[in-house]
């Protein structure tokens, strides 16, 4: 059975779906946008901040879920410009600095609200 998961230490969804979802033992984060929750605004002009404001969304969302950052199995970066991939990519250690959970990074056309970086994920609840 499917669960809607939601958080108010994350920004609301910017369209027709969900923060996240979940079954008994999988949570599907949506990619998350570097929004400020409280502010609404992006937390940063640059790819580091928007990238630790994206882990941070996606923390609160998996927390909400009964979840962690730990739990995380797959990860998708998206990146405005390749070129970020290494600020992005040192931003991105500091929260899965042990057993990292596999990964896809590429450079899009464009990202919503005209964001550098969008993250979404997929973890286990336990």
């Known amino acids: 059975m499917k669960s809607i998961i939601h958080s108010n230490k994350a ?28 502010t609404g605004a992006f937390a940063s002009d640059d790819v580091v901040g928007q990238t630790h404001q994206c882990l941070k969304n996606l923390s609160a969302i998996l927390e909400a879920a009964g979840s962690s950052m730990e739990n995380v199995l797959k990860t998708t970066v998206y990146l405005k410009d390749i070129r970020d991939f290494g ?40």
């Open 11 to 38: 920004p609301a969804a910017v369209g027709p779906y969900s923060q996240a979802t979940a079954t008994e033992s999988l949570v599907f984060v949506s990619g998350q946008l570097p929004l400020d929750v409280a």
């Open 87 to 126: 600020a992005m990519n040192e931003v991105y250690a500091t929260y899965f600095t042990q057993d990292p959970p596999a990964r896809a990074a590429f450079e899009v056309a464009n990202l919503p609200k005209d964001a550098l970086v969008e993250i979404e994920a997929v973890a286990s609840k336990a």
